[in-house]
C-alpha cells in the first residue's frame, strides 16, 4: 500500500497547469484510525488470497475456483451448480462474475439489470520513471510520492485521475 499525504485538483488547458485546490489526507489518519493509502488491484487480491488461504489462521483454508460457469445459484443453502452439473456448498460464496452476474437475483428475488452510464473509463497503469524521463508529461508527476491528482479541463465529463498504486 502507498500511503496517500496530499490530493490535488489542477485544470488544465495548452498552456498552464493551474492549480485550484489542495488537499492533505494527512489528518484522516486521526480521524479514521488508519491512513488512507492506495494499491495496485492484483496487489489486494494477492493480499486477501494469503489471508484466505493461511493454514496458521482459524477454520479451514479457502478453496478458491476459478474459471467454473455457474449455471444456477441457491441462496439458502448457500450453494452453486455448475455447468458440469456439479455442486458445491458453503458458508460464502463469492460471485465475482462481472457486471452481467446472474448472482443478485438469487440472493434479492428479482433481475436488477446493469444500467448504461453514458461513461468510458479507461485504466491503465504507466511507470513513474517513464513519465519524469519525458520532458513533456514530468511536470504532471509530483516531486513528492504519494501524492494523487484530478485534472480537469472546461468540458465536466472528462477528467484524469493520477494516484500512486506500487512504490
Same mark, same amino acid.
Given at each position: 500500500? %502507498?500511503?496517500?499525504? @496530499?490530493?490535488?485538483? %489542477?485544470?488544465? @488547458? ?5 492549480? $485550484? !485546490? +489542495?488537499?492533505? *489526507?494527512?489528518?484522516? +489518519?486521526? =480521524? !479514521? ?12 487480491? +494477492?493480499?486477501?488470497?494469503? $489471508? ?7 477454520? =479451514?483454508?479457502? +478453496?478458491?475456483? =476459478? ?5 444456477? !445459484? @441457491?441462496?439458502? &443453502?448457500? #450453494? ?5 452439473? #456439479? ?5 460464502? $460464496?463469492? &460471485? ?6 446472474? &448472482? ?5 428475488? !428479482? ?5 448504461? #452510464?453514458?461513461?468510458? /473509463? ?8 517513464? /513519465? ?16 494523487? #491528482?484530478?485534472?480537469?479541463?472546461? @468540458?465536466?465529463?472528462? *477528467? ?8
Amino acid at each position: 500500500m %502507498v500511503p496517500l499525504l @496530499d490530493s490535488e485538483v %489542477v485544470r488544465t @488547458d495548452v498552456h498552464s497547469m493551474e492549480r $485550484i !485546490f +489542495e488537499y492533505s *489526507w494527512e489528518a484522516d +489518519e486521526k =480521524t !479514521f484510525g488508519a491512513p488512507l493509502g492506495s494499491l495496485h488491484r492484483v496487489d489486494l487480491h +494477492e493480499a486477501l488470497k494469503a $489471508i484466505a488461504n493461511d493454514r496458521a489462521g482459524s477454520g =479451514t483454508p479457502v +478453496e478458491v475456483i =476459478t474459471d467454473a460457469e455457474v449455471v444456477s !445459484f @441457491d441462496a439458502h &443453502a448457500g #450453494s452453486v451448480t455448475l455447468k458440469n452439473a #456439479s455442486t458445491l456448498t458453503a458458508d460464502l $460464496i463469492v &460471485a465475482a462474475d462481472g457486471i452481467h452476474s446472474q &448472482a443478485h437475483e438469487h440472493v434479492l428475488g !428479482f433481475k436488477e439489470p446493469a444500467l448504461h #452510464s453514458d461513461t468510458t /473509463v479507461i485504466r491503465f497503469l504507466i511507470p513513474s520513471d517513464i /513519465v519524469r524521463g519525458d520532458p513533456t508529461t514530468a511536470p504532471v508527476l509530483p516531486s513528492r510520492d504519494g501524492q494523487s #491528482s484530478i485534472y480537469t479541463i472546461s @468540458d465536466p465529463s472528462r *477528467w484524469l485521475l493520477r494516484y500512486p498504486c506500487r512504490k
